[in-house]
């Protein structure tokens, strides 16, 4: 590929990956204030309702992975995507119970489809041993965080005031800006090595209505499927948890089966890994509900005369991700220079640092003022320690499939391993953020922080028990994983 070329694709996925994924880091950080706020619903409803957005918002994602490339092409299905969340933004700007649930729906499946498109029309632009492909993912993933944390800050500041419908008219043009950047550069992003193309070589370009048929019908009934399950979100946790569970467990036949001892142990180190993996993002998945509603109601955000609005504490996430991103790499080759450090420890690790920081808050909580108010420094510290945990597993966590999965198990454990950390744990923040959810978003700080304080030093105590066991256990861990 050209270098003329990949300068082209690259800078337009990555400038469409921005203006795509502001609509997203809006409803992220604001969904459950705008339910509660805009549309009266008790924290609890919110926090159900939140849970299923977190819980199809990964579980989608493999949905979309299926669809594009085999029944149309990644550029169509991304930009059927775009259009789906216009609409669901078109809807969210006009408030109210019933638009709620369509625009969430059609935002879910939307999301769930162009974000994998994203990652795929971007790799078939290199070989498999292009030098460049590298770079090229760490710009749209630097992207990615820009688009976060503009996406963040319009949301804090249109929160602030109570402007939900200029907020979400916002995000409307954001998502039309994708769409007409990418549909103006068809030819740049063209399907080049996908079961699609082959197809269409094969049997000519007649194969594509039936396949379009059947890929718009699967996106029509997604939709109605996640229509229904968002007027029942409590019900629809409880089924996505068992469902999670379910997929987990499943590995343990899959071990048994598998005739070579090697492959055997390696998808135990699996099963493992994912274990203590559920458990640290359970609890950092619970910054879009329990922590929002925390820094809404319970924490004073002025710092050094300045106000810090409820979204911008998850600033702090993007910036320690985008920094630490780029000194991390370096860090661990000094490291494992001198140490052992594989990445059974880096989980090890990560569990530790997100226990530090639900410490923080414990200590914050401790040391509130006379109303209850913790001070904003607490956050800001334990939004540092959670994004230090996530640089040690989230890019780890993608790595070990790989390192794991023989090539016929690699689909299964990549998918398995996005629902089990994302929409698993996604469900079970939503649940513990239920449990200590007051009716009433408006309670007082002294009312609502026995409450936190149980919750957090619960996460604290897990998370360090958890770390100590996985510490113990690595020498196994290591032998099972051959490394």
């Known amino acids: 590929m050209s270098i003329t070329l990949f300068k082209k694709a690259s800078r337009l996925l990555l400038i469409t990956q921005l203006f795509s994924t502001v609509s997203f880091a809006v409803l992220y950080s604001t969904l459950v204030l705008f339910m509660t706020q805009a549309l009266g619903f008790t924290v609890t409803k919110a926090s159900a309702v939140m849970g299923v957005f977190v819980a199809f918002n990964y579980g989608l994602h493999i949905l979309g992975g299926y669809i594009g490339g085999r029944l149309i092409s990644y550029r169509v299905l991304f930009l059927l995507g775009m259009v789906l969340q216009i609409f669901a933004c078109l809807f969210l700007a006009f408030p109210s119970t019933a638009h709620l649930y ?36 760490f710009w749209n993933y630097a992207g990615m965080n820009i688009g976060f944390f503009i996406g963040f800050t319009i949301a804090g500041i249109y929160q602030g005031k109570q402007s939900y419908n200029t907020l979400f008219l916002i995000t409307t043009l954001t998502n039309i800006i994708a ?26 370009n007649s194969i594509l209505l039936k396949n379009n048929f059947f890929a718009f019908l699967i996106i029509f009934i997604t939709v109605l499927l996640l229509f229904v399950a968002l007027q029942y979100p409590l019900n629809t946790n409880y089924i996505a948890l068992v469902i999670g569970i379910l997929l987990l467990l499943m ?4 071990a048994k089966a598998q005739n070579i001892k090697e492959q055997k142990d390696k998808v ?7 274990t203590f993996g559920l458990v640290f993002w359970s609890a950092y998945q619970l910054a879009p509900m329990a922590l929002t509603v925390f820094a809404e109601a319970n924490v004073d955000k002025h710092l050094l005369n300045f106000t810090i609005q409820t979204q911008w504490f ?8 985008a920094v630490g991103g780029m000194l991390l790499p370096s860090i661990l080759l000094i490291i494992r220079k001198r140490f052992i450090f594989s990445f059974p420890m880096q989980f090890c690790f990560s569990l530790i640092f997100i226990a530090i920081g639900f410490a923080t808050l414990i200590i914050g909580i401790l040391c509130a003022n006379s109303y209850g108010y913790t001070a904003a420094i607490w956050l800001i510290l334990s939004y540092v320690f959670q994004s230090i945990g996530e640089l040690l597993i989230g890019p780890t966590g993608y790595a070990m499939v790989g390192k794991l999965a023989k090539p016929k198990l690699q689909g299964l454990m990549m998918g398995s391993w996005m629902v089990v950390t994302g929409s698993t744990s996604g469900v079970i923040a939503s649940l513990l953020s239920i449990l200590v959810a007051s009716p009433d978003i408006n309670a007082t700080p ?7 304080l149980t919750l957090f030093t619960g996460l604290t105590l897990v998370a360090t028990v958890a770390a100590f066991i996985m510490y113990l256990i690595i020498p196994k861990i290591r032998k099972l994983a051959y490394i």
């Open 102 to 137: 369509i625009a969430l729906a059609l935002f879910l499946t939307g999301c769930g489809l162009n974000v994998p498109c994203i990652n795929m029309m971007l790799t078939q632009q290199f070989e498999n041993n292009d030098g460049i492909r590298e770079k090229a993912f």
């Open 179 to 204: 769409f007409v950047l990418l549909a103006t550069s068809w030819k740049t992003v063209a399907d080049r090595t996908t079961p699609l193309v082959k197809k269409i070589q094969q049997k000519g």
């Open 314 to 321: 998850q600033n702090v996430n993007t910036i320690v991700i």
């Open 268 to 274: 135990y180190a699996y099963i493992i890994l994912a």
């Open 251 to 254: 590995f343990i036949p899959i």
């Open 446 to 452: 002294i009312e609502t922080n026995p409450s936190y």
